[in-house]
């Protein structure tokens, strides 16, 4: 599930709680730094959240991060440590910044011109998910 105004999606869970994952800004830069937000979680509870995209020449870029919730039931990559696989320790770009290539001889995500390419969020913990897509170009 996409929404484009603000990038925020959820999905509504048993009891008060709601997971949520919020992506900003919607539409950008390569170069400008992304805030990740995911809330709606008690405080310890861990989460998984997995970013894909496809460059131009078609290959197939993945991330897979996981986080335990501060005791707020929020996580932010800023703040909160991955503890991997991706990458460990805090990095508020870490969930792109550490995308792989489904090809190992394609080190580098190639961008065409201005085209604007979807990078789908999802995160997850249980059964709950929440998903958000932005779109990223070059100058």
């Known amino acids: 599930m996409a929404v484009w105004a603000g990038a ?14 919020a992506v900003t800004p919607a539409l950008s830069l390569a170069s400008t730094p992304l805030s990740i937000t995911i809330s709606g979680l008690r405080p310890g509870q861990r989460v998984t959240l997995m ?3 496809t460059d131009a020449r078609g290959y197939d870029w993945k991330s897979v991060s996981t986080y335990a919730a501060g005791q707020s039931g929020a996580v932010n990559p800023a703040s909160t440590p991955s503890s991997g ?6 990095d508020a770009m870490g969930p792109v910044e550490f995308m792989a290539s489904s090809s190992p001889s394609e080190p580098l995500f190639f961008w065409r011109g201005g085209t604007p390419y979807a990078f789908d969020f999802t995160v997850a913990s249980g059964s709950e998910t929440a998903s958000v897509t932005v779109q990223r170009k070059i100058g």
């Open 51 to 53: 970013v894909r995209s």
């Open 8 to 21: 925020q999606a959820g999905y509504f869970s048993a009891g008060q709680r709601k997971l949520r994952l």
């Open 85 to 90: 696989p991706s990458y460990t320790g805090v």
